[in-house]
Structure formats: structure tokens, C-alpha cells
């Protein structure tokens, strides 16, 4: 069975552009999280998926991120414009149930000069 | 706000010996709870969870936590570590009432192991 992936694996970009990370998720599960790690702190939750549905997207920082699950399979994650404090690691994981396990993709880090 | 609190930043011990990693949690209600592992260069794997019943649990690798409902903790013990438990560990929390899947994590843990 493949796990959670992500695409790419780094990025570096300049303050401004746009930026788009995906996730792949395990086939069949209805869920799907974002989170991300900025370095030192600890890992933040950004948003949840059921299907294509956002059922929480609370962590969310602000309106310059857009998240999308077209088809409640992948899911891509758009940061426009990007800032100097975006940088970090974007995890996605997905569950089969809510609350459950939550496998991990290998993150993308993202670095914003 | 709910947070969930690790004890211990940086360990550092020699292989053999014991390991016994805090981890708290701030919320009343029942919680789902997790630790994670994430060795040099891979990603986030998960290492034991604890839904209900036996609050002792036993995880993959010689790994086990206890659940103390009456001290929100949910501390993770290895009796005698190997160098390659070398790696940083996470414990997450999930509120089971929340209506949403999300993870709250602790700030993570760096356990070095020396050989």
C-alpha cells in the first residue's frame, strides 16, 4: 500500500510569489490534515478535509492560504502571496477514520527569502 | 486553549539505558492520544495510541505508555534504548469531542542516543 505523498519536497521561493504544495493520500481515506511545523515550535494543525468537504479549518493563518481537495482525492495547499514567516514544513497525513491514526508524508519544506 | 506539553527538549542517554519521556495535556473531556516518531530523514510515523481501556499500552519497538487520566499525562517509557531510537518524538492529542480529526502536538522531543 503507498503512503501519504507529497510533492515537492523543498521549495524555495522569494517573498511574493506563490507557492502551490500537494498531497496525495492513502487511497480510501476519507481524511485528510494539513499541518505545519515552522522551525523551533512545534507542529500546528492548519485545516481538515472529509472528502472534499473542509470540516475544520481553524488553524488556518490567514487568507493568503487556500486549500483545495477537488474530487475528495489529492489536495493541494496555495500560499498567495507568500511571507518571510511561512517558512517551515508542510505535513499532510490522512485517516480512514476521524480521529484515528494519521499516516504522514514526508513534508515539503518551504523557504521564503 | 487546549495545548499538550512535553517536559523535556534535548535527552541525551547511553544506550541501555531508561527512558521515560512527560508528556501533558490541558483538556477536561476525552482525548485520543498519540506519540509519534520521526527518525533522521524519514517522516512521521506512528509509535503507540491509547483510545480506551488497558491505560498501560504497548507500542512498536519496545515502546509503552501509561495513560493518568487524573494527571492528564500520558508519559512514554523504554526500558533500555538502542542507539537507533535516535530520533525526535512527539506526543498529540485528540479532542474526541471536537467534531474534527486535528492533532494538537507537543513541542517534540530530541532523544540522542549514545553508543
Known amino acids: 500500500e503507498a503512503g501519504v505523498t507529497q510533492f515537492p519536497s523543498h521549495s524555495v521561493i522569494e517573498k511574493g510569489q506563490t507557492v502551490t504544495l500537494r498531497c496525495d493520500p492513502i487511497?480510501?481515506?476519507?481524511?485528510l490534515y494539513w499541518y505545519r511545523r515552522v522551525m523551533g515550535k512545534e507542529i500546528k494543525f492548519l485545516l481538515h478535509?472529509?472528502?472534499?468537504?473542509?470540516?475544520?479549518e481553524s488553524g488556518m493563518p490567514n487568507n493568503r492560504f487556500l486549500a483545495e481537495r477537488t474530487g475528495g482525492t489529492y489536495s493541494t495547499l496555495k500560499v498567495q502571496p507568500a511571507e518571510l514567516e511561512d517558512s517551515g514544513v508542510y505535513f499532510c497525513?490522512?485517516?480512514?477514520?476521524?480521529?484515528?491514526?494519521?499516516?504522514f508524508g514526508p513534508g515539503t519544506r518551504l523557504t521564503v527569502l | 486553549a487546549q495545548s499538550v506539553s512535553q517536559h523535556n527538549h534535548h535527552v541525551i542517554l547511553s544506550e541501555a539505558a531508561s527512558l521515560e519521556l512527560g508528556c501533558n495535556y490541558s483538556y477536561g473531556g476525552t482525548v485520543n492520544l498519540f506519540w509519534y516518531v520521526q527518525y533522521p530523514g524519514q517522516h512521521l510515523q506512528l509509535l503507540l495510541k491509547y483510545f480506551s481501556g488497558d491505560p498501560l499500552v504497548k507500542g512498536i519497538k519496545g515502546f509503552e505508555a501509561e495513560f493518568i487520566k487524573s494527571k492528564f499525562s500520558f508519559n512514554l517509557r523504554k526500558p533500555s534504548v538502542q542507539w537507533s531510537d535516535t530520533a525526535e518524538y512527539f506526543c498529540?492529542?485528540?479532542?474526541?469531542?471536537?467534531?474534527?480529526?486535528?492533532?494538537?502536538f507537543g513541542q517534540g522531543t530530541t532523544l540522542q542516543v549514545k553508543p
Open positions: 478535509f472529509v472528502k472534499e468537504s473542509k470540516q475544520d
Open positions: 498529540a492529542v485528540n479532542l474526541f469531542s471536537s467534531n474534527t480529526g486535528k492533532l494538537i
Open positions: 487511497s480510501g481515506h476519507d481524511n
Open positions: 497525513a490522512s485517516s480512514h477514520i476521524q480521529g484515528g491514526e494519521q499516516f
